[in-house]
């Protein structure tokens, strides 16, 4: 097991795509979370929301801010994440190599998830770092309060922002074990996240109440109910309290666990050719 | 214990037997070809022995074990298949990890199969040759004591291919255990102790290079040729002699040839020639194989 570990470690900082992902996803977070808002308050258009702009963007929301994005675009990183990591094996044909070493399937999977975990809350933590920087940049320039969230709020954010980006990477992870493979799994995993759930929530939702009630058992509305309890805007696409952070903290946490294991079954259920 | 031993191994897909009720015995230290045509189910076999794919009947014992540990068995299936992003190196490195041998194995199997000099490029940049032989070099990561390397030389040139043989027989010189699949029988005749040829996911053959080429014929050029011919038969039986390309092929044992151009001489013939003449080998694999493959 610690084997696989450090075997899925080298593969998974080794490779660029994985840094990319990364600077991605924190340059559309500071743009779309501080830049963007920052500038609109300087010299914006006066748009509806231009008000709030200042108070929006200080250190104290730093928890909010920081896991805003994963509901929908930081989440859609996080699946992009799974799918290559687990993906890839199936594109290169590695798995036969790597299981011709000797390892079982469900220990290299289970390397492969825990390396997952760590990149997740990497991820989640660098998004943290990079807010604050931000964050206390503009409160020094406007002569804003530099209070921090408490210790506490801290940690439930950093947690709640694991449980998130975790929840999305095996959801990727179950894609690609699915569909043996990187392309389709990109695709349809992308799909869901950007372009169904948007339809959903947006479309259906207010048109049936079923959907509307259906809706609150999905991964992306618990997700964006997660954030919406911990401070994320509502203005953010995808962040709406449908649900309690409580209940929503539950049912992330039942899909994490279920991607993982149905991705389990499969993997070691089917042939690998 | 036998290093491998199938029993009634098949794998169907839909209607498709790809092995069909296979009985294989490799034993140990020998280099065992495992031989047919594309599509016999020779790469099909391999993966079952290694518990990539699940048989649809029939039993495996690696060493007395079912597979799964692995822990005596290094493979090379179908092609090496390593991540592009990382040298030849670290795709060792990370092969070592999954495999719990040290780093220290990388260094050793690199220079094995002679790639230390480039060990550092990447390996989307390695020619086949070298992608080929990084294969082997993880194959050989554990010190396995039964190494099975499907078409290992596929796609090489003729150097190629030469240097991989010469790396096949040093591993079996080694005292290991060798099971090499080919669709060229000619290619791995000189390195194999015995063969086995599949066909239709059957095993047709099985036996040493020897044995499939059958006992070697005589060749007699002597006149008169139909009272040569005549003589012959009385000697050795009608069906023992036949006339081929001007003169006589005779079905004996080829060190019977000078008592026979001694009796020959005696009864008055003048004899111009006589030689053994091999089966061609490939012929002969072509025949075993149902003649769908095109070697040679
Ligand atoms: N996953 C699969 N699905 C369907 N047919 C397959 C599959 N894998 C192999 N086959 C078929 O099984 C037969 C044996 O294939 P294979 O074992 O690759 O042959 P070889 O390695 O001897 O060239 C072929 O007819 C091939 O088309
Ligand atoms: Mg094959």
Request: overall charge neutral.
């Amino acid at each position: 097991m610690w084997g696989d570990f450090s075997a899925e470690m080298i593969k998974l900082l080794k490779r660029p795509a994985n840094w990319l992902l990364l600077a991605v996803a924190l340059l559309l977070a500071l743009l779309f979370t501080y830049v963007i808002p920052y500038a609109g308050y300087k010299g914006g258009t006066g748009g509806p929301t231009a008000g709030r702009g200042l108070a929006d963007v200080l250190p104290a929301n730093l928890v909010g801010n920081s896991i805003g994005g994963l509901p929908v675009f930081l989440g859609a990183i996080m699946v992009i994440l799974g799918v290559l990591s687990v993906g890839g094996e199936y594109g290169w044909n590695t798995w036969k190599t790597v299981l011709a070493q000797r390892p079982s399937r469900l220990s290299v999977y289970a390397g492969k998830i825990a390396v997952l975990m760590v990149a997740a809350l990497t991820v989640v933590l660098a998004m943290f770092v990079t807010g604050l920087a931000a964050s206390l940049v503009i409160a020094s320039v406007e002569n804003q309060s530099l209070a921090l969230p408490s210790a506490k709020d801290l940690v439930v954010g950093v947690g709640a922002g694991w449980l998130l980006a975790g929840m999305w990477t095996s959801f990727g992870v179950l894609l690609a074990v699915l569909l043996r493979g990187v392309a389709l799994a990109l695709g349809l995993g992308l799909v869901w996240l950007l372009a169904v759930q948007n339809l959903l929530a947006l479309l259906a939702a207010p048109l049936l109440d079923w959907i509307a009630q259906a809706q609150k058992g999905l991964p992306g509305p618990n997700a964006g109910s997660l954030a919406a309890a911990l401070g994320s805007g509502s203005d953010t696409p995808g962040v709406d309290a449908l649900v309690g952070g409580g209940q929503a903290a539950i049912v992330l946490t039942a899909y994490l666990l279920g991607f993982l294991i149905v991705g389990a079954v499969e993997l070691r259920r089917r042939d690998i050719l | 214990m036998e290093p491998i031993v199938t029993r009634g191994l098949t794998k169907r897909y839909g209607e498709l037997a790809a092995v069909a009720d296979l009985d294989l015995n490799v034993r140990a230290g020998e280099v065992y070809g495992f031989l047919g045509p594309n599509g016999a189910g020779k790469t099909t076999t391999l993966r079952m022995l290694l518990g990539l794919i699940r048989p649809t009947a029939g039993e495996i014992r690696l060493y007395g074990r079912p597979p799964g540990e692995l822990r005596d068995v290094g493979a090379l299936i179908e092609g090496p298949a390593f991540y592009p992003y990382l040298s030849g190196r670290d795709n060792l490195r990370v092969m070592a990890r999954h495999a719990r041998v040290s780093d220290r194995r990388v260094d050793v199997v690199l220079d094995m199969v002679d790639l230390t000099g480039r060990s550092h490029d990447r390996y989307a940049n390695y020619s086949l040759g070298m992608k080929q032989r990084l294969g082997v070099a993880a194959a050989l990561l554990k010190d396995p004591r039964l190494l099975i390397l499907d078409e290992p030389t596929n796609g090489l040139d003729p150097a190629g291919m030469a240097d991989m043989r010469a790396m096949v027989r040093q591993l079996g010189a080694d005292g290991r255990t060798v099971l090499i699949s080919s669709h060229l029988l000619g290619e791995v005749e000189q390195i194999c102790d015995r063969v086995g040829v599949l066909a239709h996911g059957c095993l047709v053959s099985e036996g040493t290079v020897s044995d499939l080429r059958g006992t070697a014929d005589l060749r007699v050029v002597a006149t008169p040729l139909d009272k040569a011919a005549a003589y012959a038969r009385d000697l050795l039986g009608a069906d023992a002699v036949s006339l081929a390309d001007g003169g006589l092929r005779l079905t004996v044992a080829p060190e019977r040839a000078a008592e026979i151009n001694a009796s020959l001489v005696s009864a008055g013939l003048r004899v111009s020639e006589v030689r053994m003449v091999e089966r061609d080998l490939e012929q002969a694999f072509f025949e075993l194989t149902g003649g769908e493959s095109r070697v040679g």
